[in-house]
């Protein structure tokens, strides 16, 4: 499945047209190497995911071509999440 349709799937992101963005970029790494809005995603991948201030680092559980909102989190794992700079206090 391609990083931006999964990325859409799995609701990290809400539109495929952002992941597309932010994957040319070069702000998403799989298993460590910069991905583009094509590279194919699979089952194991590690995905670190650089937003403006956060940074999301989550590991790919299963892939579906469309899922309901309560079972997008199964798709995925959450490995860390860091903040630069923590605003949420």
């Given at each position: 499945?391609?990083l931006?349709?999964?990325?859409?799937?799995a609701r990290?992101?809400k539109r495929r047209?952002?992941a597309?963005?932010?994957?040319?970029?070069?702000?998403?790494t799989?298993?460590?190497?910069?991905?583009k809005?094509?590279t194919?995603v699979?089952?194991?991948d590690?995905l670190v995911?650089?937003?403006g201030?956060?940074?999301l680092?989550?590991?790919?559980?299963?892939?579906?071509?469309?899922t309901?909102?309560?079972e997008a989190?199964?798709?995925?794992?959450?490995i860390s999440?860091?903040y630069?700079?923590?605003?949420?206090?």
């Open positions: 499945m391609r931006d349709k999964f990325l859409k799937v990290i992101i047209p952002v597309k963005e932010i994957s040319d970029q070069k702000r998403i799989i298993n460590g190497k910069v991905a809005s094509s194919d699979a089952i194991g590690t995911i650089n937003f201030n956060k940074t680092t989550i590991k790919v559980r299963d892939l579906k071509d469309t309901k909102k309560g989190e199964e798709l995925y794992e959450i999440e860091d630069k700079r923590d605003y949420r206090m």
